[in-house]
């Protein structure tokens, strides 16, 4: 069997590599039905969004224990770096219950005013977009920190080293440019008033989370290339 077609089955036998798949095809779908005016493409995408949704209902037990390992961030090489890893698990440990709420509101099993319910959904958005928010910042710091890495080395010397270094940095502010699609796609659904929130239409909101879906798989197989 090809190497390409292993690396694909490596990517669906994982679930967050699965994520990916399912995040493309959902925007795809959402995009494919915007700009053909179908409902059904549509549909498909919402429904698609769903099974992700479902998914992460189970994250809660992975998602403790990763903060419990992390702990305060006593490993991290500055303090900074441990606040920003621990304020990152914060919001990403308190999105997965509200989300929770969320959906059990929508299917009927919790009853909330429609009010309560908004605010549940506005706050879901807002941690959602926060965490993107977080990641960006850690990102421009490693890439900072590879710059300062790569300057350090002299130009006649360790061209490994320097190889590595750029390949490190090149993925780096691809990431950076990712997390940006990202949090452009997840303030746009915040309520109006809330930054650029609900000023993007479908179809351009589409379009911006299918390109940082190819772009997220992208990277998977970039990192599994380049960074062995």
């Known amino acids: 069997m090809s190497s390409a077609v292993e690396d694909i089955c490596e990517l669906l036998d994982s679930y967050n590599g699965r994520d990916k798949v399912v995040r493309l095809a959902c925007y795809s779908c959402k995009l494919y039905g915007c700009l053909r005016g179908e409902k059904p493409w549509q549909t498909a995408g919402s429904r698609l969004s769903g099974a992700r949704l479902i998914l992460r209902l189970f994250d809660d037990i992975p998602m403790i224990r990763h903060t419990y390992n992390y702990g305060l961030g006593r ?19 308190t999105f997965l219950p509200v989300e929770k709420a969320c959906w059990l509101h929508e299917v009927g099993v919790l009853q909330l005013s429609p009010r309560t319910a908004d605010r549940l959904e506005v ?29 350090c080395l ?4 360790a061209c490994d080293a320097r190889r590595n270094l750029d390949t490190r940095l090149l993925l780096q502010c691809v990431t950076a440019g990712k997390l940006g699609l990202d949090i452009t796609h997840a303030v746009s659904c915040l309520p109006p008033g809330w930054l650029w929130g609900e000023r993007i239409d479908a179809t351009k909101v589409s379009a911006i989370a299918t390109l940082s879906s190819l772009i997220g798989i992208g990277l998977y197989f970039a990192r599994k290339r380049l960074l062995k």
């Open 75 to 93: 490993h991290e090489s500055s303090k900074i770096a441990a606040v920003l890893g621990v304020l990152a698990n914060i919001v990403d440990q």
């Open 123 to 151: 706050l879901s958005t807002a941690l959602w977009a926060a965490s993107l928010y977080i990641s960006l910042i850690q990102t421009f710091r490693s890439i900072r920190h590879i710059w300062w890495s790569r300057d």
């Open 154 to 157: 002299r130009a006649d010397t």
